[in-house]
């Protein structure tokens, strides 16, 4: 099994509908769901964002939990659906805030978080030594 890899959203976005929808249905739901919420993303003109200044005097952007979207969300899929998009409004906000475009990253799916560079290397360094025995 692969355990660093590309993230998407979709791929996270299938359990959440897995738990509403018939298995056959929950691919194409999650599908559809992740579709739509990425073009929200997308606009400029949608920025559930507020500015607020820290302890310190520094001025940051967080995420405006009351915004009308972002509570329908919560009441029509649940928790799970909304952590999910709030997270990855968060991560392309990390990346990017001048744009609103989905940035891939490397993930670790066996212990569900961002990979880091030595995850990575050990990744890389296991598939090649397996490729050697093969065909040694």
């Not at 018939?22 to 606009?43: I, R, Y």
């Not at 990346?95 to 990744?123: D, G, H, R």
Request: aromatic share 10%; with cysteine.
């Amino acid at each position: 099994m692969n355990f660093i890899g590309f993230s998407t959203k979709e791929q996270r976005n299938l359990s959440v509908c897995k738990q509403k929808f018939q298995p056959g249905e929950a691919d194409v739901e999650a599908a559809t769901l992740c579709s739509l919420w990425q073009e929200k993303l997308k606009h400029a003109d949608w920025h559930p964002f507020r500015m607020i200044e820290d302890e310190h005097g520094n001025c940051k952007e967080v995420l405006r939990e009351d915004y009308p979207e972002l509570q329908a969300l919560r009441e029509e899929w649940g928790e799970d659906a909304y952590n999910l998009v709030t997270t990855a409004m968060l991560e392309i906000h990390e990346y990017n805030p001048s744009c609103c475009y989905v940035v891939p990253e490397l993930w670790n799916f066996k212990e569900s978080k961002k990979a880091n560079l030595k995850e990575v290397i050990s990744y890389i360094i296991m598939q090649i030594q397996s490729l050697k025995r093969k065909r040694g």
